[in-house]
């Protein structure tokens, strides 16, 4: 899995570099987008695996969802009878102005286009709202996976940890991603080691079943 990832990233980090400094790149920037954009739809993802530990017909939550494209995985791969998929889809302050809030407000109709199906049948619940106010939303003991891929400071981390493990069942997962950032790695110590958990991190993903 590990060998996959990084030859899966090759072939992505290499057509960037040619979209963004070669000047045929730069003029077949658009083309190149849309071609990269439905060639990786088709290719494994470094965080499938994860997907196939989820049971067929369970139900999960997604904590960050931009513009729904794992979201759009957790259906195909694991076939969750449910998803909730909370995100804010708000501004930024002080970010970049791709995350201003029209930006925000069109990733947002993006991903209700994208899980237009799932929606109409009830099985994608999307929660515009914090990821805070989401879990009050959600049962204890309710879920088999819970993603965290949102605010990552240190303390909003530690609060999604924190809100989202009573919501998971025994042996439900807990992953999320970028584990290499120091306040991710700081806060999910923190919780392993309060709950005397076992930490297991594959291609960037931190995972922890709950016993």
Known sequence: MAQLYRNDYQW?????VFA????????????LKNIYRKVDALLPQPRDFLLRMIPRGGTCAEVGVYE????????DIAHPSRVYVIDPWS????????Y??????ARYEAVRTRLSAEITTGSAIIIRDTSDAAAALIPDLSLDFVYIDGDHSYAQVSKDLENYWPKLKR????SGDDYRIPDITRAVAEHCAQHQL??????????????
């Open 20 to 31: 963004n400094s070669n000047p045929i790149g730069k003029l077949l920037k658009p083309f």
């Open 198 to 211: 076992t930490l297991r991190v594959t291609n960037d993903q931190f995972i922890i079943v709950k016993p």
């Open 91 to 98: 501004e930024i302050p002080g970010s970049k102005a791709k």
């Open 12 to 16: 992505r980090q290499t057509l960037k």
């Open 68 to 75: 729904g494209h794992f979201t759009r995985r957790i259906f």
């Open 100 to 105: 201003n809030q029209a930006h925000q407000d």
């Open 171 to 174: 042996n439900g997962l807990l």
